[in-house]
């Protein structure tokens, strides 16, 4: 299939993380004008350096969204929508606070990007890419906040596709596994500063599984984040780009797990995760 000529802007939220910086670059290499999207002001000269022009910008503060939109200008080919923030922990244990932040950031945040830049992006008829994940559709346990804000996004996305189908913004979602980012030491981080909810009897009752989850994490191989760089390449550049990319190994054999029946797909993923019946004992076990 053809392509398209590269189109000249691109806005990559989230520049600074591991799918976003990789993203920035490759499509800098490849002749775009990258808007690279930060929130720290000491991240401005690396990225001003690596040749991208920075914004400012809080995904929960729609006044610097509006700001940023301004800087980009009345015309923008490509949205990125990669920033955003990993909770985890068993949904039971989560804090509502937690919750918020997730929903917050990964949701409203998304949303608000796309609110404040959609004008630009109908005047060049651009496109956008939203980053999920696969845990959406295929939701691993102690991994409720993120998986659910992703089937939030991915709902989203459906609905705007269709919102914009006349509008000529194409919009596509790529959905990674698991890859090696520094996504995973943010969230240990926050859920340590958040702490957890519930009182120490019912913490206890989730102990022994989160450890053998910390465990079967420990020794895991993160793929690398180049197959989710590729698909996000091709949505902005395909002549008819693909409404969902499923990327990585685990992310495509995870995506298969769906159309297993319930209780086969649920055993395989606590299996996977190795959580035995023997981690929900009742035995006092403290949270770490
Ligand atoms: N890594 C994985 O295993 C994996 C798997 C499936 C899907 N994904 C998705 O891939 C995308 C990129 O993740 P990643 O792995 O690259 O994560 P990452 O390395 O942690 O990067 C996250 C980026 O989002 C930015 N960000 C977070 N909260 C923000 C906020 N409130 N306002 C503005 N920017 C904010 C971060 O900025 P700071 O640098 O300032 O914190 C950082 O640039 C995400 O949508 C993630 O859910 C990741």
Same mark, same amino acid.
């Given at each position: 299939m053809a392509e398209l000529t590269p189109p000249r802007t691109v806005l990559v939220t989230g520049a600074t993380g591991g799918v976003g910086s990789a993203v920035a670059r490759r499509l800098h290499a490849d002749g775009w004008i990258v808007y690279a999207a930060h929130r720290? !002001? %000491?991240?401005e000269a690396a990225l001003r350096d690596a040749g991208y022009t920075p914004v400012r910008m809080e995904l929960t503060d729609e006044e610097s969204l509006a700001t940023a939109a301004e800087t980009v200008g !009345?015309?923008? &080919?490509g949205l990125v929508n990669s920033a955003a923030v990993m909770g985890q922990g068993p949904v039971e244990l989560t804090p509502a606070e937690a919750w918020r932040r997730q929903f917050e950031i990964n949701v409203i945040g998304q949303t608000a990007v796309i609110r404040a830049f959609l004008p630009a992006l109908r005047s060049a008829s651009g496109r956008i890419v939203n980053v999920g994940a696969v845990s959406a559709r295929v939701p691993p346990p102690f991994f409720g906040p993120i998986a659910a804000s992703k089937a939030a996004l991915s709902a989203l996305t459906q609905a705007l596709r269709m919102e914009l189908r006349h509008q000529g913004v194409k919009v596509s979602l790529v959905e990674p596994g698991?890859? &090696? %980012?520094p996504i995973f030491a943010t969230a240990d981080k926050a859920s340590a500063e958040t702490g957890w909810a519930g009182s120490s009897e019912t913490q206890q009752l989730y102990a022994r599984a989160l450890d053998a989850v910390r465990t079967t994490a420990a020794r895991q191989t993160l793929g690398p984040v180049d197959p989710a760089v590729t698909a996000i390449v091709r949505a902005l550049t395909a002549r008819r780009p693909a409404t969902l990319y499923t990327t990585g190994r685990d992310g495509r054999a995870l995506a298969l797990l769906?159309?297993?029946?319930d209780g086969v797909r649920e055993r395989l993923l606590l299996r996977g995760m190795g959580?035995?019946?023997?981690?929900?004992?009742? %035995? !006092?076990v403290p949270v770490g």
């Open positions: 720290k !002001p %000491t991240d !009345p015309r923008l &080919d698991a890859m &090696d %980012t769906r159309f297993l029946p959580v035995t019946a023997e981690a929900f004992a009742k %035995t !006092p």
